[in-house]
Nanobody, 125 residues
Framework: QVQLVESGGGLVQPGESLKLSCVAS????????IGWFRQAPGKEREGISC???????YYADSVKGRFTISKNNAKNTVYLQMYSLEPEDTAVYYC???????????????????WGQGTQVTVSS
């Protein structure tokens, strides 16, 4: 059973940075591409970034240039480094396993099989 646990969320002021972590069980990162998603109240879930088993990375336009995804297989952890945060970034952030072969991913795809419980990011002055 794949398990994912997000952490690192919190309250920050506009312009500040935050780094999220997604810890995956077992050998998950050897077989699955991992996506980061976010969902604000009243809005649809949005795919924002993903990373493949070979460390290829992709970003949605809304976060490109501000967010960086990376992973450390030895620690079974995927990271999302977020810079220049703004109030519109406020949401619950989730990580999830991509349904594909692991070698490719697209941040807009929502067909993911396993999801974490999410971590809250709030950007406010």
């Amino acid at each position: 059973q794949v398990q994912l646990v997000e952490s690192g969320g919190g309250l920050v002021q506009p312009g500040e940075s935050l780094k999220l972590s997604c810890v995956a069980s077992g050998s998950t990162l050897d077989y699955y591409a991992i996506g980061w998603f976010r969902q604000a109240p009243g809005k649809e879930r949005e795919g924002i970034s993903c990373i493949t088993t070979t460390d290829s990375t992709y970003y949605a336009d809304s976060v490109k240039g501000r967010f960086t995804i990376s992973k450390n297989n030895a620690k079974n952890t995927v990271y999302l480094q977020m810079y220049s945060l703004e109030p519109e970034d406020t949401a619950v952030y989730y990580c999830a396993t991509d349904r594909g072969d692991g070698a490719t991913c697209q941040p807009g795809r929502l067909d993911h099989d396993y999801w974490g419980q999410g971590t809250q990011v709030t950007v406010s002055s």
